[in-house]
């Protein structure tokens, strides 16, 4: 009760969020990325899912910090560079969004009507165009691994900036609350237009090239990311809006001449 009464209670609580807020939308995007694959029917399924397990993920680590923070610990070196735990499960991570992400834009560059879902075939199966499937439990297989990965950059943080536990808890079940609110607009705009998808693909390219260089040591602040992408967004809604135009402008001059 008297943790609730203090000011900086809430202040801490509101910073916290905003900050697990940011630090999820990496993991937005990539189940975004994922889910888009999925007939309509199961994507907002799969999408609570995904997100449900990341709010568990950070908690399981939370709750078993002792052990997180002894991944800190150094296993060997290489080249000079100490390893620890955590690098280790950093690389991991940022070689498979590294190669996920690069195979997922040669797929919507190179065959995009392939990886369009359309229906339901079996159970637990989500039948493609052109017949190819995946099964609905590696989607998440691929989704539990990348939410480990992103939880540990969100539980270290969260422990650095709050002693309390009980607000670390708060800030991760309303973040990722607003995860859930805001996935599906956000997976629904990256699906309809294909240039903003291969563009949160690229980003999560860097996003990979982040996690392995944080696994030798190497910080990079993710503010130089999260600039470049917004820059890049922004330059791509830009050409959006100015391709709508022409496209209208072209139909009202078609509709005149006829």
């Not at 950070?58 to 991944?71: E, K, Q, T, Y």
């Not at 998440?140 to 691994?145: A, E, N, P, R, T």
Request: net charge neutral; aromatic share 6%.
């Amino acid at each position: 009760m008297e943790l609730l009464l203090r000011p900086e209670t809430y202040v801490s609580l509101l910073t916290l969020t905003s900050l697990e807020i940011v630090l999820g939308i990496d993991n937005i995007i990539f189940i975004s990325i994922l889910v888009g694959r999925v007939p309509k029917e199961r994507r907002e399924v799969i999408r609570r899912t995904g997100l449900a397990l990341a709010l568990f993920s950070r908690l399981g680590l939370l709750f078993s910090i002792s052990w997180v923070m002894s991944l800190e610990s150094e296993l060997f070196a290489i080249v000079g560079n100490s390893i620890s735990g955590k690098d280790l499960i950093l690389i991991g991570g940022g070689l498979f969004l590294l190669g996920k992400a690069t195979h997922e834009i040669y797929e919507n560059v190179e065959r995009p009507a392939e990886h369009q879902a359309t229906s339901m075939d079996q159970p637990g199966e989500l039948k493609l165009k052109e017949g190819v499937k995946i099964n609905s439990a590696a989607i998440l297989v691929q989704i539990i691994l990348l939410d480990i990965v992103f939880s540990l950059d969100s539980v270290i943080t969260a422990v650095g900036m709050v002693k309390q536990i009980s607000i670390m808890v708060a800030a991760m079940v309303i973040a990722v609350g607003v995860m859930m609110w805001g996935a599906k607009p956000i997976g629904d705009f990256v699906q309809r237009h294909a240039s903003i998808r291969v563009l949160a693909l690229a980003f999560l390219v860097l996003i990979g090239v982040l996690l392995m260089a944080e696994g030798f040591d190497q910080h990079i602040s993710k503010a130089y990311i999260y600039f470049a992408m917004a820059f890049s967004l922004f330059v791509e809604l830009v050409n959006m809006r100015l391709r709508s135009r022409k496209a209208r402008l072209e139909e009202s001059l078609n509709e005149s001449d006829a």
